[in-house]
């Protein structure tokens, strides 16, 4: 069940943000896109209906988009398409459709993204700029139409793939999460894990008592592809792609990982994508930017991982560490037992 805060924590909270400067203020309308109480409501929740820690993380996300133009960014395209086109083929992630209740479903090929086709800082313009535009565009046009609001979402990850190579993205990942956690709390209602192989797992048994109670009831690790589950909130044409089939994966061979097409939500060439990359195009046109047709990325300020969150990560570098570890011995026990039967020939 939803958390509900009390009215009089909400109007405490609206009361202490009336001390905010003009540019705060300024900031604060574009964030909230005409929904301020809904907002406010995201950042209580956010740190347990605290109002001074939920007034001081509002401050900082807002002083964060600030500095880093964050109002601006949905008109920096990364160009030229075919680089963008690496970018998506490397960070596996778009929006597959809706579910019943009107909230826009993303998903994330967590096993088979390779984040090797351009710098960490491509990587986190494009997540943001997704963000932004699922804020901006989608949710506040889901809303319109619906007969309630709409303003949070659900992620499907699917964990294809996952070796212990991902060691190496860990650092990418947890600045992606840390930008998510400060900067637009509470905005997934809740997490699917779909495809889960055994070092998910083995992580997931350490990692999951360190996770705060309200993040672990947002999880939900799924039994296979998860199709049936998620033909119980979403109907079968939201469903991500790889989802459709049992044992599919984002990576089979129907819905390999760089395959184009209507259906492969990770590719560019899906209506998702599409409609975000010519939406920034146009914003571009519409400034009169001259930064159209250079390859330059638009950097954000990277911020502190949270104590908590570094904890996590260094708990998953060890588990998968100790995973690899144990192939390697018994890769030497098997190839030991390799030369002992030659031996004996």
Known sequence: MDEIIPQEIITQFQNSIKSFDEQLKNTFENFHHGYPIETLVRFLKARDSNIPKAHQMLVDCLQWRIQNHIDDILSKPIVPVDFYRGVRDSQLTGMSGYTKEGRPVFAVGVGLSTYDKASIHYYVQSHIQINEYRDRIICPAVTKKSDHYVGTCVKVLDMTGLTISHLSQLKLLTVISTIDDLN????TDIYYIVNAPF?????????????????RQKIQVLSGCGKEELLKIMD????????????SGSGSSKHSRTSAGDDNCFSLDHGFHQELYNYIKQQAEAMESQDVVS??????????????????AQTIESELQKFSDQNVAADKLDDHATNEDKEKK
């Open 295 to 312: 390859q330059k990325s638009f950097r954000v300020a990277f911020p502190e991982p949270d104590l908590a969150d570094e904890k996590i």
């Open 236 to 247: 079968y044409d939201s469903l991500p792609h790889f989802c459709k089939i049992e044992g």
């Open 199 to 215: 070092i998910f797992s083995a992580c997931w048994k350490v990692v999951k008592p360190l996770l705060r109670e309200r993040t």
């Open 184 to 187: 637009y709390p509470e905005m």
